[in-house]
């Protein structure tokens, strides 16, 4: 699961540049046996009107295109 996570933060790292710019982040929470990747959107990303087309335009295709195990992004909240 190590190595499966690795190469998700891999993933992200080449998307993170422009949330950065956008004043934002996202981090890891959790990933499922099942493939589902649980992440947090951070700083001016969290709320943003735009946050799920950024997660399905963005953050998933670029993840799942480098890691395909990874079967759905899903943003979870600040306590979840």
Do not use: W
């Not at 993170?16 to 890891?28: F, K, Q, S, W």
């Not at 493939?35 to 799942?64: D, N």
Request: charged letters at 30%; aromatic letters at 4%; a negative charge.
């Amino acid at each position: 699961m190590e190595a499966l996570r690795a190469r998700v933060e891999k993933a992200l790292e080449k998307i993170r540049p422009y949330l950065v710019a956008d004043g934002g982040n996202i981090e890891i929470i959790d990933i499922t046996d099942d493939g589902i990747l649980k992440v947090r959107l951070t700083g001016a990303c969290h709320g943003c009107p735009f946050s799920m087309q950024t997660m399905k335009a963005g953050v998933e295709l670029a993840v799942k295109k480098e890691v395909p195990e990874i079967k759905e992004v899903i943003e979870v909240g600040m306590f979840s």
